[in-house]
């Protein structure tokens, strides 16, 4: 089955980024000049995905706002002259078809995705965590997609990870079918580097079968009440295969400081507008040791 919908979690508090998420979401935190959440909805419109949820919470008007018509701000434009930027804020609102429905709790991602069940149906669909931004030149969530279409099962995307860092993912037991290309033996959550079987780290990107939800039914909440989606995939494997894809692109964790900055260095550096004096005013800057 086509692979129609797509989910894109949104609802989390963005403590990481206090006081500057204390009014506004943090998915709206700019790269350069736009959004973050712009970019992942742009990742999975070129990936083909027809209709997309963003799953919100109190406080996130703006992201709704962000990709809705805006007529006093186009009528500004206009008046202006400024036709570039004028075509740039219409095409934002002609983007995709998106839909929004409130997370009213914050009870883990895997709370944030069963909230989406109505929507979702009975169909296989997309998962997008939009801390994670992938830069490649075909859409990472393509590339998945065309794993899906091979294999028919829910497809995770994974990146190898420093032996120490194992303990901050999930991590999978793999065996290889091909280039790129794993069976899950076993998902392990946030092991010690000692107990990890292996250095394959699931990262910001799922396909999943709608037989998830009614495993994350069954998924007994952890810590703070949350409920963990690596629990039902856990549970989903007993009764399915799962795939992992080791994507290509390259992979910024925006939903903490330090890749934050180091993404919007690199993604300014690639603009054809910017990067030949931005690059040339790190070239001289002192920097103390």
Not at 172 to 200: C, D, F, G, T
Not at 255 to 282: I, M, Q
Request: glycine letters at 6%; aromatic letters at 8%; one cysteine or more.
């Amino acid at each position: 089955m086509k692979i129609r919908k797509g989910v894109i979690t949104a609802a989390g508090w963005g403590t990481r980024f206090l006081p500057a998420t204390k009014s506004q979401p943090k998915e709206m935190l700019p790269l350069v000049d736009k959004p973050i959440i712009q970019y992942v909805v742009e990742e999975a419109v070129a990936s083909g995905i027809e209709q997309i949820i963003i799953i919100t919470a109190l406080g996130k008007h703006a992201i709704e706002n962000h990709f809705d018509r805006s007529f006093d701000l186009e009528y500004a434009l206009k008046q202006k002259g400024d036709e570039k930027r004028l075509q740039e804020i219409k095409r934002i609102s002609e983007l995709a078809r998106i839909c929004y429905i409130r997370q009213k709790e914050q009870l883990g991602l895997g709370h944030a995705v069963s909230v989406a069940r109505d929507f979702v149906g009975d169909e296989p669909f997309a998962l997008f965590l939009p801390d994670d931004l992938i830069t490649s030149e075909v859409p990472a969530m393509k590339q998945m997609l065309q794993v899906y279409d091979s294999y028919g099962c829910s497809v995770i995307a994974v990146e190898p990870v420093a032996p120490e860092k194992t303990a901050a993912y999930g991590i999978i037991e793999p065996k290889q079918v091909e280039e790129r290309v794993h069976q899950v033996l076993s998902l392990v959550e946030k092991p010690n580097p000692e107990e990890a079987p292996s250095n394959l780290a699931i990262v910001g990107r799922y396909i999943l079968t709608p037989e998830i939800f009614t495993l994350l039914e069954k998924v007994v909440p952890g810590a703070g009440g949350e409920i963990q989606l690596t629990d039902a995939l856990r549970l989903l494997l007993d009764q399915q295969g799962i795939y992992a894809y080791q994507f290509q692109g390259t992979r910024y964790d925006t939903g903490e400081p330090l890749g934050f900055l180091k993404a919007s260095v690199e993604f300014a550096l690639s603009r054809p507008d910017l990067g030949t004096e931005f690059r040339e005013y790190l070239r001289q800057l002192q920097l103390p040791d």
